[in-house]
């Protein structure tokens, strides 16, 4: 076992860099570590619940004992609360009376009912006959002739059936029940003589199947009545009751317990543990297991945890074996979770997998119930989460519901409905809650799902970036966009550090500039688990790390050779738009100067300008050509409308590329109504009129029953064309509208 130490209380502050955890580390750690043995205690100074004394009490009430009656002692008690503890320190306590030979018999080697009986009766005599002074070989005939003849034996009970065994037919005899009585009343005899009692002690009969508990109480029945015996007996009475109501009743758990009765003189039931004790060695272990993984709570972790183990764990934790479970089950998890989770969190989810099994399943088997919670039911409606919950709480107690019902409340508090909106999701994903829909699968996993990105790499990436080139820092960052799936989440974990100004000033330049060169590689898609593209969040990164740059060191600078020398035009043109400073921005939240903008402004229309030499830019750049001439339109209206009458005038059917650019994600003619604005800003509408005039004939009512959702077809193209004319002709000389990206 473990050594048990005072509770130490971590300081409380925030997670520190501590190096790359590699594989390596991580076994290294786990090599460190052990679990906590379930095997019973022999050392009666490890005693926390007091259960020397009761032994004593027990050894000592069997040794003073003066008649020569047969007692059997039943040590009642469930499943890990101490009933194998107490056996050994029965032993222990009964190797001060002389006058005690005591014999441990394990039932659970024996492989049917008359191997057992004859290996009792062997154990019994090489006990006995080391324990005496003298008439050893008398005693031991006596017991094998009678554990020999008992081999056979075929019992009902009450009264005794006695069949010959296969051996005695073939001797061709036969046994008498006064042979075996007067066998008996020789072992007692010599006994008495040498003054002894013989004490059996039995354990574990509650883990043997029905047939074999059955068997052990036949063998009882058959020796208990030898004169300076005793019997103990440890096992759950409920259980022994179960397996024994069928054969010696009328198969009701009464008629197991009245059986039970007429073989057990003496039950006692294991005094129980005090809560206070339970709940003291519980954390003394886990601050232990804590020290070793040289891990430190901080203080509002450690606070969340103790409360609510006491409010919604501790009624369950009854038995020192509990405690062990629970101990052993974070011994494997937190080793493999450090640093991934919120560890109060982890800690609780662990005690409900040990506390509460069933209510773990159904939490692991119904993610979305338990993080989308009522809000998002049809009008708030919670009676699906009731069933769900109702599911997994069927076995408990009342008190036990209300209990796990309040921890699930603190893990999972979209179960309340004041917590529906997203920023709660924002808030919880930066504190690795278990209620996040990002951190969720790694506590039923123990690992991190291929499309998250482990916050111990990105704590190492962060803290290599002082002293990292930003060649070296490009690498890396390819390295991690290797796996695909995993960029959204180191994107947004970027900018969640980056937002909080974890991330130095020179850090976040260098950053930036590596970005800057590889922008190219970032896939532009919408992402899976996060609002807007993995561009766009690019972008937004850039802009929380260039509000890390004080103006006096070089933010300006930073943010032009950004625009400028960036691989990606697409990438530059979604950066200038998060930085910018839009009409809700207060001016204390501005980045740049007016000035300073319409400088960064010119250099993207530069490079747009440049950009559209090749391939038109719709359609190089279909997403992203509205915004990108738009900024050019900004610096030159002419020079947009005389680049796209070219492109038009090339080849008609460009016009209609062009438009389907105002409809991103499939969306119907119908709506490019509300885009007329954005797009006569740049291009004259007569051009575009007039390219679609040599495509179609323009009529009107052409737009009716239009039903088509194939944005390649010609007839997708011709309706387009038609709804730009009716617009062209509704709106003739509608003056620009302000783009908006």
Not at 239 to 263: R, S
Request: charged share 30%; aromatic share 10%.
């Amino acid at each position: 076992m473990r050594k048990h130490l005072k509770v130490v209380r971590a300081k409380p502050g925030n997670r520190k860099v501590v190096g790359k955890l590699n594989v390596e580390e991580k076994m290294s750690t786990r090599r460190n570590i052990s679990y906590l043995s379930d095997s019973a205690m022999r050392d009666v100074s490890l005693d926390k619940f007091n259960r020397w004394p009761f032994s004593q009490r027990v050894a000592q009430t069997i040794a003073f004992l003066s008649e020569p009656d047969s007692i059997v002692v039943g040590i009642y008690g469930v499943w890990g609360e101490g009933k194998s503890t107490v056996l050994n320190f029965i032993e222990k306590a009964f190797k001060e009376f002389t006058n005690i030979i005591c014999v441990r018999f394990n039932p659970w080697l024996f492989k049917d009912e008359e191997q057992l009986i004859r290996n009792f009766f062997k154990t019994l005599k090489d006990a006995i006959t080391g324990g005496l002074i003298s008439n050893r070989d008398r005693i031991g005939k006596v017991i094998n002739k009678y554990g020999t003849l008992l081999g056979g034996v075929s019992i009902g009970i009450p009264g005794v059936a006695i069949q010959p065994s296969e051996i005695l037919k073939a001797a061709g005899r036969t046994i008498s029940v006064a042979e075996l009585s007067e066998m008996k009343d020789a072992i007692g005899r010599i006994l008495a003589k040498e003054n002894k009692r013989v004490v059996v002690l039995m354990d574990d009969i509650d883990r043997l199947d029905k047939t074999e508990i059955q068997a052990i109480f036949k063998l009882v029945k058959l020796s208990a009545d030898f004169a300076y015996t005793a019997y103990i007996l440890a096992f759950d009475e409920k259980m022994v009751a179960a397996a024994l109501k069928e054969k010696y009743g009328n198969g009701d758990i009464e008629a197991g317990h009245k059986f039970l009765e007429k073989i057990i003189q003496v039950p006692l039931h294991l005094p129980k543990a005090e809560e206070t004790i339970l709940r003291n060695d519980c954390f003394n272990d886990l601050s232990d297991l804590l020290k070793l993984l040289n891990i430190e709570m901080p203080e509002k972790q450690r606070q969340d945890f103790v409360d609510n183990f006491m409010e919604g764990l501790e009624i369950r934790l009854k038995t020192p074996r509990m405690i062990k479970r629970y101990i052993n089950n974070l011994t494997f998890s937190l080793p493999l979770l450090k640093g991934e989770v919120n560890l109060a969190d982890l800690m609780l989810i662990e005690g409900m997998r040990t506390f509460y099994p069933k209510m773990y399943e159904v939490i692991r088997n119904n993610p979305k119930t338990f993080l989308d919670g009522p809000s998002d039911l049809p009008g708030g409606n919670s009676s699906h989460i009731e069933e769900v919950i109702k599911g997994g709480l069927e076995e408990f107690e009342r008190d036990e519901q209300n209990a796990v019902r309040e921890l699930l409340k603190f893990l999972f508090p979209r179960l309340d409905q004041g917590y529906g909106n997203s920023s709660w999701e924002e808030s919880w994903a930066e504190q690795q809650r278990v209620a996040s829909v990002q951190y969720f699968d790694r506590y039923f996993t123990y690992s991190i799902p291929k499309s998250d990105f482990s916050d111990l790499q990105l704590e190492y990436f962060l803290g290599q970036l002082e002293k990292e080139t930003a060649e070296n820092i490009v690498s890396k960052i390819l390295t991690i966009l290797k796996n695909k799936q995993s960029i959204d989440s180191f994107v947004t974990k970027l900018i969640r550090n980056a937002k909080k100004e974890v991330i130095s000033s020179e850090s976040s330049k260098k950053l930036i500039l590596a970005i800057a060169k590889i922008g190219d590689f970032f896939p532009d898609i919408d992402s899976t688990l996060y609002f807007g593209t993995t561009f766009s969040r690019v972008a937004l990164l850039v802009k929380n790390l260039l509000n890390n740059v004080p103006e006096e060191q070089g933010r300006f600078e930073i943010a032009r050779t950004l625009i400028l020398g960036g691989s990606s035009v697409e990438l530059a043109g979604k950066c200038f738009s998060s930085m910018r400073t839009t009409e809700k921005e207060e001016e204390q939240q501005r980045l740049f100067s007016s000035e300073e903008e319409k400088q960064l402004e010119g250099m993207l229309a530069s490079r747009i300008k440049k950009f559209a030499e090749g391939q038109p830019i719709y359609i190089h750049s279909p997403k992203h050509a509205p915004f990108l001439l738009y900024v050019w339109s900004r610096i030159s209206r002419k020079e947009t409308d005389d680049y796209l009458k070219k492109t038009f005038l090339e080849d008609p059917i460009n016009a209609i590329t062009f438009l389907k650019c105002y409809l991103p994600g499939g969306a119907p003619p119908y709506h490019l109504g509300e885009k007329y604005g954005d797009i006569v800003a740049i291009v004259d509408a007569n051009a575009v009129y007039d390219a679609l005039k040599k495509l179609y004939d323009l009529k009107a009512g052409d737009l009716q029953d239009f039903h088509h959702d194939d944005r390649d077809s010609k007839e997708y193209n011709r309706v387009l064309a038609a709804q730009f004319a009716k617009i062209y002709r509704d709106k003739a000389g509608a003056s620009p509208t302000n783009h908006t990206d």
